[in-house]
């Protein structure tokens, strides 16, 4: 699996969007970008996939670079309860194993 | 979306017992179930990969015989902490997929995770 690389920490305002960006600059051709959060003490929430095209679904936007090398995952408008650590996972389908990275902590601030 | 459910949520035992945890997919059949470790602000770790009916794959560095997995319904996985010690206390979560068409794997389901302490 592709390694990603994320920041560790960003604020975002209530009600703004919340952009975070993931590398993913030695992504094979097979390996899909794979969003997912964990909020304190839960398991982990799927968000989103993408291979190659933007996506967006009712949680969020996946922007996927044209080379595939980054992606952003858009909340559109973060609320206090997506305050959450994103994990931006590349993988691909036939393995079906996520290998999680450090991920980024979302703190959403009123 | 489905759901995938652990029990217990929490359990606390002595060392040197053995501690069972189950995952199970509520409403759909998961031919793939998947093991994480979290220790205290740190990622998950992926312990071992199981499919219905045939033995886990286990990650390097993960001792199967100490971590004895079982995956005998297209429902139900079970992973059981032997001889468990105070390194053993830990986060333990469960994931599930499905192979749907043409054996693609999407999304990948959570249980809300098993939190084991050993003392």
Not at chain 1, 59 to 71: F, G, Q
Not at chain 2, 51 to 65: H, I, L, R
Not at chain 2, 88 to 109: H, L, M, P, R, T
Request: hydrophobic content about 30%; charged content about 15%; some cysteine.
């Amino acid at each position: 699996d592709a390694k990603t690389t994320q920041p560790t920490s960003m604020d975002c305002a209530e009600g703004r969007a919340a952009n975070l960006p993931c590398n993913h600059s030695t992504i094979s051709g097979n390996e899909y970008v794979y969003w997912y959060r964990q909020i304190h003490s839960q398991g982990p929430q799927y968000i989103i996939h993408g291979l190659k095209n933007n996506e967006t679904n009712e949680m969020a936007s996946l922007i996927i670079t044209e080379d595939r090398k980054s992606s952003t995952l858009i909340l559109p408008h973060a609320t206090l309860r997506d305050t959450a650590v994103y994990y931006c996972i590349a993988e691909a389908t036939n393995t079906g194993k996520l290998i999680f990275g450090q991920g980024t902590t979302l703190q959403v601030k009123p | 979306g489905a759901v995938v459910s652990q029990h217990p949520s929490w359990v606390i035992c002595k060392s040197g017992t053995s501690v069972k945890i189950e995952c199970r997919s509520l409403d759909f059949q998961a031919t793939t179930m998947f093991w994480y470790r979290q220790f205290p602000k740190q990622s998950l770790m992926l312990m071992a990969t199981s499919n219905e009916g045939s033995k886990a794959t286990y990650e390097q560095g993960v001792e199967k015989d100490k971590f004895l997995i079982n995956h005998a319904s297209l429902t139900l996985s079970t992973l059981t902490v032997t001889s468990a010690h105070p390194e053993d206390s830990s986060f333990y979560i469960c994931s599930a997929s499905s192979v749907e068409g043409a054996g693609i794997n999407y999304e990948q389901y959570f249980g809300p995770g098993t939190r084991l302490t050993v003392t």
